[in-house]
């Protein structure tokens, strides 16, 4: 794939994880691998985990190490190029934090987007204005300039649109609590935008939008999280929270999430159903 359709942080984690498995096939250590090049164990395990940007010369350090032929090694090199490149999200750095730069790297590579929100309405499909009173909702806790809400703000809309609009977009499925429709930020005149969009939004033949009705049994108690799926690559798992922000890899934890996210969605109304629910609450906006 050329690296303009690509996300430079998936390169790199697949960068990392190509030198991982190099490495266990020639049953090395990564202790003994690091002794073997005169390297650090640590700079071993972070090139593999894609917190290290290897250099061309380790690269090819490696290559010498693992005996691969110029082909392979051709394929190596061609990742690092990739890794290299500047995804968009990047202009954000100095505003937002560090974990969900990596979510916007990672998103821009998948396949398939499955996001529950039990509080309020996902990222992709607020308005500006929701945004904006969303992120200003706690200011009073997390320190925030004006300038970072207004970056924040921005990085938000952008996102939206490479995501939403990009020409091979994912697919998107969410499931809202019927609570993140009721719970008010900022005027009513923006609930009753935000019911609005979320009703457009959900039309578009990628996006499919469920709402999990109050009245209906709650089969998992958790709070939102946005699993990730790939082409070739792992699944991962984001979960934020006040002031942090974690992924989840393990495997079998993954799959726990990916089972809770399919029995939320067969509890919650079908896109039908929820899309009359959304307009009903939109019109109680209006009163």
């Not at 250590?29 to 073997?36: K, V």
């Not at 917190?51 to 005996?67: F, N, Q, R, W």
């Not at 997390?142 to 939206?160: N, P």
């Not at 790939?230 to 798992?237: Q, R």
Request: charged share 30%; proline share 4%.
């Amino acid at each position: 794939m050329p690296s303009q359709q690509g996300s430079p942080t998936v390169r790199r984690l697949r960068l990392g994880q190509e030198l991982r498995l190099l490495r266990e096939r020639r049953k090395f250590t990564g202790a003994r691998a690091a002794r073997e090049l005169g390297w650090s164990a640590s700079k071993v395990s972070r090139i593999e985990a894609a917190k290290t940007m290897p250099s061309a010369d380790d690269i090819k350090a490696l290559g010498e190490l693992y005996h691969l032929d110029g082909h392979r090694l051709d394929e190596l090199f061609g990742l690092l190029r990739d890794a290299e490149q500047r995804g968009w999200w990047e202009d954000y750095e100095d505003s937002l934090p560090e974990e969900y730069i990596r979510l916007l790297g990672l998103e821009a590579e998948a396949t398939v987007q499955r996001n529950w929100e039990p509080q309020l309405v996902s990222g992709l499909l607020q308005t500006e204005d929701y945004a904006r009173e969303v992120i200003l909702s706690v200011r009073g806790i997390v320190r925030i300039t004006h300038s970072g809400v207004r970056s924040r703000v921005e990085a938000r809309l952008d996102r939206q649109q490479r995501v939403l609009q990009r020409p091979d977009p994912c697919r998107l499925n969410v499931v809202l609590d019927e609570a993140a429709l009721m719970r008010r930020f900022g005027e009513p005149s923006v609930m009753r935008e935000q019911m609005e969009h979320l009703i457009e939004v959900s039309l578009l033949p990628h996006v499919n939008v469920r709402v999990l009705p109050l009245e209906s049994l709650h089969p998992v108690n958790t709070g939102a999280f946005i699993h990730l799926k790939f082409t070739g690559f792992d699944d991962v798992v984001y979960l934020e929270h006040l002031y942090t922000a974690h992924f989840v890899e393990d495997l079998e934890r993954v799959a726990g999430y990916e089972n809770a996210f399919d029995h939320m969605w067969t509890e919650a109304l079908d896109e039908d159903e929820s899309r009359v629910l959304i307009q009903r609450k939109a019109m109680l906006w209006r009163r």
